[in-house]
Every structure is written in structure tokens, then in C-alpha cells.
């Protein structure tokens, strides 16, 4: 019941990524295009050149504000991410829940501690 759960749990996060995948890229390239313009604003000497960089900066980081909607694609792709972790879990393995394993192994530190 519970793998049922969890499949059909992703299939819906993996629809929403789907469905927000244009707005993570454009996030994605304008997060990229703000973080060089604002290292290069740093690093520029001239001042005509940092408010040409200035100025691309703050429209990539207008660009990335608004594609606020890809947050929601990057809750489910974590969301996706827990799923799939918790789908590879092992149950406790019928060994370890066996009594007369966990006795023979018992008897052992008792022989052991005499």
C-alpha cells in the first residue's frame, strides 16, 4: 500500500515538473546571467561599465523574481528527490526478525561475558 502511494505521489510531482519546467529554465539562465554581471559589476574599473553591468544585473534579477512559479517546480523535484530515496529503502530483512536468530546470537554473549 504504501509503494502504491508513494508511485502515484510521484507521478503527480513529476506532472508539476513537468508543467513548471519552462519557468525553472528562464530562472535558471536569468539566475545565471545576474550572478556574472553582478561579479563583473564588482570587478569593473570604469564607471561606464558597471552601470551597463549594474543595469543587467538588476533586469536578470527582475527576470528571475518573476519567474517565482519554478519555486513550486523545485518543491516537487525535492519532493521527487524524498520519493525516490524512500522507494529504495530496504524493510528489515526476515533474518533479523527471526527468534531463534536473535537467540543464537544472544546465547553467544552470554558464553562470551562467562
Known sequence: MKKIALFTLGIILACIILAHLGPMI???????????????????????????????AVIALIASLSNIPAVIGLLALVGLYYIHKNWKK?????????????????????????
Do not use: H, M
Open 26 to 56: 528562464g530562472l535558471l539562465i536569468s539566475s545565471i546571467i545576474f550572478y556574472y554581471a553582478f561579479k563583473k559589476c564588482l570587478k569593473a574599473e570604469k564607471t561606464s561599465v558597471k552601470i551597463l553591468l549594474g543595469t543587467i
Open 90 to 114: 530496504q524493510p528489515s530483512s526476515p533474518k533479523d526478525d527471526d527468534p531463534f536468530t536473535n537467540f543464537e546470537r544472544e546465547w553467544q554473549k552470554l558464553q562470551q561475558t562467562n
